[in-house]
């Protein structure tokens, strides 16, 4: 072998290497009801139809948002891989448009107080998630929980949704405060974007995130970005009926139009994630880092 296809190879072993540094974002929120397990969906649908391969691990455990809004019961969860014996390829399961998904199962919560091998296993597993997805989307829990916190210190990127609603706002603030206070938080590493959701205008939109940011700036200094808005759109109320993501089957809603351009903000921001944070075996280990 020559000098030069001996470096084609080791460039061609490092763009692989690349390729398969599945981006990691959170999707979450103050309080439940607020939709974000609709904007999890929404968004995975987007991000397939330019051209990703997306896995969402449902963490919201408890409530099955995922699995109910697709129409698909699991037979086995993340829950059933740790403690009985099922494999990955065991509680994969596939929703519309290519999309994959993970449902976490009640027994999520016990996932931060595994013991040192269990972890071990756990990242060893999920990290085979590394050649299936270009993205992997965490839809954690509501709230300030503490499994839903290790999850969220340990994200380079986390999308909070957030809607007019005054309680809607002041959790989103409890939220943002409980993430800052936390021992594990690293602010200039993460990347905090708001949506607001069932809002009337843009305008409105745009105040709502003014309103978070100013406070937030002023007493947690930290900043968060406005990642865009989706407005009121009946047709997302008709989707959720029929268990499908309005992305899916009213691809002109007014709705579905705004999913779009936020799925393109969120894939044009690739390059603001430094390489080192990318990776689901790096946030695994992160996530579970007082177990190692």
Same mark, same amino acid.
């Given at each position: /072998?020559?000098?030069?296809?001996?470096?084609?190879?080791?460039? $061609? $072993?490092?763009?692989?290497?690349?390729?398969?540094?599945? *981006?990691?974002?959170?999707?979450? #929120?103050?309080?439940?009801?607020?939709?974000?397990?609709?904007? #999890?969906?929404?968004?995975?649908?987007?991000?397939?139809?330019?051209?990703?391969?997306?896995?969402?691990?449902?963490?919201?455990?408890?409530?099955?948002?995922?699995?109910?809004?697709?129409?698909?019961?699991?037979?086995?969860?993340?829950?059933? /891989?740790?403690?009985?014996?099922?494999?990955?390829? %065991?509680? +994969?399961? %596939?929703?519309?448009?290519?999309?994959?998904?993970? #449902?976490?199962?009640?027994? +999520?919560?016990?996932?931060?107080?595994? %013991?040192?091998?269990?972890?071990?296993?756990?990242?060893?597993?999920?990290?085979?998630?590394?050649?299936?997805?270009?993205?992997?989307?965490?839809?954690?829990?509501?709230?300030?929980?503490?499994?839903?916190?290790?999850?969220?210190?340990?994200? @380079?990127?986390?999308?909070?949704?957030?809607?007019?609603?005054?309680?809607?706002?002041?959790?989103?603030?409890?939220?943002?405060?409980?993430?800052?206070?936390?021992?594990?938080?690293? $602010?200039?590493? !993460?990347?905090?974007? /708001?949506?607001?959701?069932?809002?009337?205008?843009?305008?409105?939109?745009?105040?709502?995130?003014?309103?978070?940011?100013?406070?937030? !700036?002023?007493?947690?200094?930290?900043? +968060?970005?406005?990642?865009?808005?989706?407005?009121? %759109?009946?047709?997302?109320?008709?989707?959720?009926?029929?268990?499908?993501?309005?992305?899916? +089957?009213? @691809?002109?809603?007014?709705?579905?139009?705004?999913?779009?351009?936020?799925?393109?903000?969120?894939?044009?921001?690739?390059?603001?994630? @430094?390489?080192?944070? *990318?990776?689901?075996?790096?946030?695994?280990? #992160?996530?579970?880092?007082?177990?190692?």
């Amino acid at each position: /072998m020559d000098q030069a296809e001996n470096l084609r190879n080791i460039i $061609k $072993k490092q763009n692989q290497k690349e390729v398969t540094n599945a *981006r990691v974002i959170a999707v979450t #929120s103050g309080k439940g009801g607020v939709g974000k397990s609709s904007v #999890s969906i929404n968004l995975a649908i987007q991000f397939t139809k330019m051209g990703k391969k997306v896995i969402i691990l449902d963490a919201d455990f408890g409530l099955a948002n995922i699995e109910v809004m697709f129409g698909v019961i699991p037979q086995y969860n993340l829950s059933d /891989m740790m403690f009985k014996g099922k494999e990955l390829k %065991d509680i +994969i399961m %596939d929703g519309p448009e290519g999309v994959k998904f993970i #449902s976490g199962g009640s027994g +999520i919560a016990r996932l931060v107080n595994l %013991d040192k091998e269990q972890v071990k296993r756990l990242v060893s597993k999920l990290s085979d998630l590394e050649n299936m997805a270009d993205v992997i989307i965490i839809d954690t829990g509501a709230g300030i929980s503490p499994s839903v916190m290790e999850f969220l210190v340990a994200s @380079p990127e986390t999308i909070l949704v957030t809607t007019p609603e005054p309680t809607s706002i002041t959790d989103s603030y409890a939220l943002l405060k409980a993430l800052a206070m936390h021992e594990n938080f690293r $602010k200039g590493e !993460t990347n905090i974007k /708001m949506i607001a959701n069932r809002v009337n205008s843009e305008s409105e939109a745009r105040n709502l995130y003014e309103k978070l940011n100013m406070v937030v !700036t002023k007493f947690l200094n930290i900043n +968060i970005q406005y990642l865009g808005c989706v407005p009121q %759109d009946n047709n997302i109320v008709k989707a959720v009926m029929r268990q499908q993501p309005v992305s899916l +089957i009213y @691809p002109n809603a007014v709705s579905t139009k705004h999913f779009e351009d936020i799925a393109s903000r969120i894939i044009a921001g690739e390059m603001d994630v @430094p390489v080192y944070r *990318r990776g689901i075996r790096g946030y695994l280990k #992160s996530v579970f880092a007082k177990n190692l």
